[in-house]
């Protein structure tokens, strides 16, 4: 793969580092410049998966979403599409959540889908009330 590839972001299971509607710019690598933690784009099962690299030993990676309870099945290194170099939400640039925070909410996550579409709702909410003419005048 020759140059950037964008991503829109389709599924929760990298809350809270990524939401849905998240745009991702998306680069390719080699599977040597990947350290644990980094966010990477591979297939699976005649799909792409954005999750985070929690281990690799050889040509095989472990890769978690950090809001699903367990590993993905290993995957290899030729599997790999990129690594996330930039993420854009609402049409701003964003860092993915930090560590601590990260790992705080994504246990909650992790034990309940429900908590994760009850964050979503809220999240939209709060977006669609932020950006209405109402709450400016206030």
Known sequence: ????VHLKVA????????WPGDMLSVRPCAASEL???????????GRL?????????????LTQGD??????????????VGRVDTVV??????????RH?????AVVFRRSELAASLFLRLASRM??????????RA
């Open 89 to 98: 939400r609402n049409g701003k640039p964003v860092k993915p959540a930090g």
């Open 127 to 136: 977006s669609a009330i932020c950006e209405s003419s109402e709450f400016l």
């Open 35 to 45: 350290e644990p933690g980094s966010i990477i784009v591979f297939r699976q099962h």
């Open 11 to 18: 599924g929760s299971s990298m809350l809270p580092a990524l």
């Open 1 to 4: 793969m020759a140059g950037e």
């Open 49 to 61: 998966v954005v999750h985070r690299l929690i281990h690799r030993s050889g040509d095989r990676l």
């Open 67 to 80: 809001a699903r309870p367990r590993p993905d099945g290993q995957i290899r290194t030729s599997d790999i």
């Open 101 to 105: 925070w990260r790992s705080s909410v």
